[in-house]
T-cell receptor, first 112, second 109 residues
């Protein structure tokens, strides 16, 4: 019963580098989300998807890109990493909008 | 637009004391409301949720919350705190694109 898995768990990037954060869910959920969590700021939505092939921006999308080619996978791409992107990133999924979200364990990213 | 306000970024209680974590929301329509808990270095887990029906919602680990439309509140309570309740708690509203900033609960032995 894997639920939502994320890789990697930790990553250090240099300024200007790029990387992809992977997220996979095995619950056949339609909705998937990417959040970033910064101390004292709660969770901010970066992008979300309501199904394969459909994505939309959240509150803080600048500097990120996503794709949703399958129901299971929802990778988050960081292009030209900046120190402001140092954060903990969480992927989540839910069956419908307004339903309980299930979270992955998170990826701790540091940009130096 | 919807938003969530959690009053008190840090709350400390003695073991066995009442836990009260406050959440107020702003919404033009009756919302779905959620409380999540986050233990150190983990993702968020659902504690409880309100959709429709009974306004007092019971969740896991002895927590409950009451939806008060007149006060636009959804405060989380637990009658007797346990050391294992120490964690960060987040209130979220409706489509869950909006989370509160979180309340860190410390339980003092």
């Amino acid at each position: 019963n894997a639920g939502v898995t994320q890789t990697p768990k930790f990553r250090i990037l240099k300024i200007g580098q790029s990387m992809t954060l992977q997220c996979t869910q095995d619950m056949n959920h339609n909705y998937m989300y990417w959040y970033r969590q910064d101390p004292g700021m709660g969770l901010k939505l970066i992008y979300y998807s309501v199904g394969a092939g459909i994505t939309d921006k959240g509150e803080v999308p600048n500097g990120y890109n996503v794709s949703r080619s399958t129901t299971e996978d929802f990778p988050l791409r960081l292009e030209l990493a900046a120190p402001s992107q140092t954060s903990v990133y969480f992927c989540a999924s839910s069956f419908t909008s307004g339903d309980t979200q299930y979270f992955g364990p998170g990826t701790r990213l540091t940009v130096l | 637009a919807q938003s969530v306000t959690q009053l008190g970024s840090h709350v400390s209680v003695s073991e066995g004391a009442l836990v009260l974590l406050r959440c107020n929301y702003s919404s033009s329509v009756p919302p779905y409301l959620f409380w999540y808990v986050q233990y150190p270095n983990q993702g968020l887990q659902l504690l409880l949720k309100y959709t429709t029906g009974a306004t007092l919602v019971k969740g896991i680990n002895g927590f409950e919350a009451e939806f008060k439309k007149s006060e636009t509140s959804f405060h989380l309570t637990k009658p007797s705190a346990h050391m294992s309740d120490a964690a960060e708690y987040f209130c979220a509203v409706s489509d869950q694109f909006y989370f509160g900033t979180g309340t860190s609960l410390t339980v003092i032995p």
